[in-house]
């Protein structure tokens, strides 16, 4: 019989020590702008260093040696006086480094204001199914530390009380947006609530019917046209809003209209409820943009307007010219007007030839058509007359 051996192997048990070699307190610490901070930096035994070889740094930059004082020999203590509001989000990175630059703690500090009442709470509504709102930050808005904003709301004489949860931020304005069961006929109490580590406020409360702030997508499907050899005049015609046909209402429009080089708008206020409009007094020979918007009102007998909606997209046409009529001549004339007809004509065949099929496109609305498109491609504009020119 063969003897068995057995033989033991001792492998030693490494021990993985979950002992900090240094602690900073306080940690991680909210603090008002302008306000002073002592921290301490405690040794552990096992380092076997003296705390006064260490030295601070705040967001990388070393803290002068006159703001620290040795408390014991474990412990190093360093006072900030002033402080400004934290660069970061994630706080000011205060730090405690050995005297070979080690890192050995560090604590974030949140330096900054409790929020401001938010401001200019506006709602509106589209098509009476959904809800959003917006608003401002109070006073100067930067908090340098993190804030949360909560949009709220409940029926006003009954209903537990609600928040948004879509919410979306830009240029110091936020907004919230709430898709679904919105009451009709029972006002609404909305209001907007700040709160951060060192503070919070609350905006005013802002009561409202849905019925009193509903707006629409802009009139749809506008058409500008000529009016027969009529050179001062223009018929705008649109379609109602997708929208507003589900629902009982009453709606107004406005138009606006303005010559293809100018920044300046005219007004057309006194359309009512009608879907089209004749536009008069108008230059001859003349590119114009046109835009409508509407806005609902005597929605299920409520009697306050709803709120405008956006401009639709420009639309353009031209009015006739009183010398092409007459004359009906295309001899050229001498002169820089005629030299800048040409320049447009050679322009306005060539983008003919990439975007009309034979002769049957070719018309006064499609030159109407080629200068939007010059008016909203400036920069290809002057390339091509930089390369007519050449």
Known sequence: MIPIVLVILLVPRVLFSTTHVAVISPQDPFLLIGSSLT???????????????????????????SAYSVVSPSVLSVTLHGLSGSQQRSGDNLVCHGADGRVLAGSCLYVGMPPEKPVNLTCWSRNTKDLSCRWSLGGQGETHVPT???????????????????????????????????????????????????????????????????????????????????????????????????????????????????????????????????????????????????????????????????????????????????????????????????????QFFGWVRKHAYGCGGMSMKLYDQWRVWLQKSQKTRKQILQEDNS
């Open 39 to 65: 921290a301490t930096c405690t040794l552990s035994p096992e380092l076997g260093v003296h705390a006064s070889t260490l030295y601070w740094t705040l967001n990388g930059a070393r803290v002068s040696s």
């Open 148 to 346: 949360k904003y909560t949009l709220k709301y409940k029926l006003r004489w009954h209903g537990k009380e609600k928040e948004c949860d879509n919410y979306s931020t830009g240029n110091e304005r936020y907004s919230c947006y709430i898709p679904r069961n919105i009451a009709l006929f029972t006002p609404y109490e909305i209001w907007v609530e700040a709160t951060n580590q060192l503070g919070s406020a609350t905006s005013d409360i802002t009561t409202l019917d849905i019925l009193d702030v509903v707006t629409t997508d802009p009139p749809a499907n506008v058409q500008v046209n000529r009016v027969g050899e009529l050179e001062d005049q223009l018929t705008v015609r649109w379609a109602i809003p997708p929208e507003l046909k589900d629902i009982l209402f009453q709606a107004k429009y406005q138009i606006r209209y303005r010559l293809e080089d100018s920044a300046d708008w005219k007004l057309v206020d006194d359309v009512g409820n009608l879907t089209s409009c004749r536009l008069a007094g108008l230059q001859p020979g003349t590119v114009y943009f046109v835009q409508v918007r509407c806005n609902p009102v005597g929605i299920f007998g409520s009697r306050k307007a709803g709120i405008w909606s956006d401009w639709s997209h420009p639309t353009a046409a031209s009015t006739p010219s009183s010398e092409q009529l007459q004359s009906g001549s295309c001899d050229p004339k001498s002169g820089e007007q005629n030299s800048t007809l040409r320049r447009e004509l050679k």
